[in-house]
């Protein structure tokens, strides 16, 4: 776990990061992620597209699955 924190914090100063991006599931394969860990990423994943952030926090809003 260690490794994913100290790769994640760099990029991600001060804020707390959501224990399913640094951990695993038992089987490794649960393609699921926690809300927390999806805006966690929103950030990232519009610089990294050059996509408007609010863009991003939509579509996650939109795709969002409840429990």
Request: hydrophobic content about 45%; proline content about 9%.
């Amino acid at each position: 776990m260690a490794v994913n924190v100290a790769r994640l914090q760099p990029d991600n100063p001060g804020v707390s990061i959501p224990v399913d991006l640094v951990t695993s599931s038992a089987s490794g394969l649960d393609p699921h992620i926690s809300p927390a860990a999806a805006a966690f990423q929103i950030p990232r994943v519009a610089r990294q597209r050059h996509v408007n952030v609010e863009v991003v926090r939509q579509l996650v809003a939109v795709h969002q699955h409840g429990d």
